[in-house]
């Protein structure tokens, strides 16, 4: 469900779980908007290795899975480096939109054990009781 959808839907107020990719050029409103509604915010972040830290290199044709929009590349040390300093900007933006608003924030890895998340990630913010 896109994170609009999800932030306009008529939930009771709660807790309430975002796991994006962080990606949605409407997350920031979305995330007023359930703050707005009372909602205590708990927003994950899950990025795969490869978002993190490509490891490519030479002429490509990146595809948006999600868009299939594709957007043709020369990936180069230099263009690694500023997607990586955007990419740094653009979860800290994430994370400061968080704070202001109360939300909880959490990043994680697509492959990181759901045990590891729970114990070393949400329990330490005082989502999880022990």
Request: charged share 25%; proline share 4%.
């Amino acid at each position: 469900m896109p994170v609009c959808r999800f932030a306009w839907a008529n939930l009771p107020t709660g807790m309430a779980f975002l796991l994006t990719d962080g990606l949605d050029e409407h997350l920031t409103n979305a995330l007023r908007t359930l703050a707005s509604r009372r909602h205590e915010l708990v927003v994950m972040q899950i990025l795969s290795e490869v978002e993190l830290d490509p490891d490519l290199e030479g002429d490509l044709k990146l595809i948006d899975a999600e868009t299939g929009e594709a957007l043709e590349i020369t990936a180069t040390g230099g263009v690694l480096t500023e997607y990586r300093k955007r990419l740094n900007a653009h979860c800290e933006a994430i994370t400061n939109t968080c704070r202001r608003l109360g939300a909880l924030y959490l990043q994680v890895r697509n492959n990181q054990p759901l045990e590891e998340i729970l114990l070393r990630g949400l329990r330490p913010m005082g989502v999880l009781c022990d």
